[in-house]
């Protein structure tokens, strides 16, 4: 089977703004200019600095400027995302749309999202980040709950230090 590699410019929403390299990774590629949609299927990677995104399908839509303004990933996905904040996580969802422009994820379907720097866990049906507010907010809409899972320091135990 052959595979698509596909590399997009665009600006990251940081405050240094400069311009990083996104890269996609696909077994089959289409898109139509006019619309600015570009569509990536097939066991998609989608990799951006640290970042990384794997998925059965991968849409981007981008503006008249040909930059991206909304990703949808459908299908089994994956993800490692390192927040502005430099906080890291991982986790999988059946659907993630990410908005760059308000640097939000929305996670819809079997969310496992875990924060590895601390190791709290939400799993839910939808689950929406703004990674610059530093907000989120969980739900769920089948019969299970919303889980949150949170590592407590005693407040009388040592912190352990690393090993050297």
Not at 93 to 107: G, R
Not at 126 to 132: Q, R
């Amino acid at each position: 089977m052959i595979r698509i590699l596909f590399l997009v410019p665009f600006l990251l929403l940081s405050s240094q703004m400069h311009a990083e390299e996104l890269k996609v990774i696909a077994d089959s590629f289409k898109t139509d200019q006019q619309s600015g949609i570009s569509v990536f299927s097939g066991s998609v990677k989608v990799t951006k600095g640290s970042d990384e995104l794997n998925a059965s399908k991968v849409t981007i839509y981008m503006d008249k400027d040909k930059t991206p303004i909304k990703y949808l990933a459908e299908g089994d996905v994956s993800f490692y995302i390192v927040t502005e904040q430099k906080e890291k996580y991982k986790g999988k969802a059946q659907t993630v749309i990410y908005l760059p422009k308000e640097s939000e994820y929305h996670f819809y379907k079997k969310v496992d999202l875990l924060r590895l720097d601390d190791y709290r866990r939400i799993k839910g049906d939808v689950i929406v980040m703004n990674m610059t507010q530093g907000y989120a907010t969980a739900e769920s809409t089948e019969d299970e709950p919303v889980v949150m899972t949170f590592t407590l320091q005693d407040k009388n135990s040592k912190s352990k230090s690393p090993k050297k």
